[in-house]
T-cell receptor
Framework: GAVVSQHPSRVICKSGTSVKIECRSL??????MFWYRQFPKKSLMLMAT?????????EQGVEKDKFLINHASLTLSTLTVTSAHPEDSSFYIC?????????????FGQGTRLTVV | GNSVTQMEGPVTLSEEAFLTINCTYT??????LFWYVQYPGEGLQLLLK?????DKGSNKGFEATYRKETTSFHLEKGSVQVSDSAVYFC??????????FGKGNQVVVIP
């Protein structure tokens, strides 16, 4: 199946710094990628939809100036957590859909564990 | 809006026991339904799916049937192994390829 690679898998940063997480579709192109946040023992919360060549669509309650999303190519989307705080510590997961319009399969990255100290 | 509900709490069972995880959904129309599995420290992997009523998805001994009349998609496996220990998420696909997830169930299989 298709592969989505997320990098880094773990990152520890200091409060106030910014962290960039990359999501790459390795063997397919994806016009749409999704970013999720997962709290301990809870489900995945959709943060935003990343659209290649246009602005991301953020879910209600997600600060777009804090979680910057860039989807510069058909194989790469990045999530930057700006001015990180300890409450931003979480597991972030991306997914990418294969091309073909609606109802295409989603493939998930392995996730990034962010710890802000 | 669309939503997915999974049974509360973790599931602990012995090896070779029968596993059932309940999943019900609320949606307009007939969305595609999925089960994803997440192993510790990893992202999600698609386990199985069903795209229309009465479809049965199956993979690795797991099965789930799309029941329109009960709006359910319960996951079952006849004989679990220790390697099946993971978190299982039920999900439905909304428009524009968005996925709505249930809360997930931690499954622990004891040797």
């Amino acid at each position: 199946g298709a592969v989505v690679s997320q990098h880094p898998s773990r990152v520890i940063c200091k409060s106030g710094t910014s962290v960039k997480i990359e999501c790459r579709s390795l063997d397919f192109q994806a016009t749409t990628m999704f970013w999720y946040r997962q709290f301990p023992k809870k489900s995945l919360m959709l943060m935003a939809t990343s659209n290649e060549g246009s602005k991301a669509t953020y879910e209600q309650g997600v600060e777009k100036d804090k979680f910057l999303i860039n989807h510069a190519s058909l194989t790469l989307s990045t999530l930057t957590v700006t001015s990180a705080h300890p409450e931003d510590s979480s597991f972030y997961i991306c997914s990418a859909n294969t091309l073909g319009g609606l109802n295409t399969e989603a493939f998930f990255g392995q996730g990034t564990r962010l710890t802000v100290v | 809006g669309n939503s997915v509900t999974q049974m509360e709490g973790p599931v602990t069972l012995s090896e070779e026991a029968f596993l059932t995880i309940n999943c019900t959904y609320t949606a307009t129309g007939y969305p595609s339904l999925f089960w994803y599995v997440q192993y510790p420290g990893e992202g999600l992997q698609l386990l199985l799916k069903a795209t229309k009523a009465d479809d049965k998805g199956s993979n690795k001994g797991f099965e789930a049937t799309y029941r329109k009349e009960t709006t359910s998609f319960h996951l079952e496996k006849g004989s679990v192994q220790v390697s099946d220990s993971a978190v299982y998420f039920c999900a439905l696909r909304e428009g524009n390829n968005r996925l709505a997830f249930g809360k997930g169930n931690q499954v622990v299989v004891i040797p």
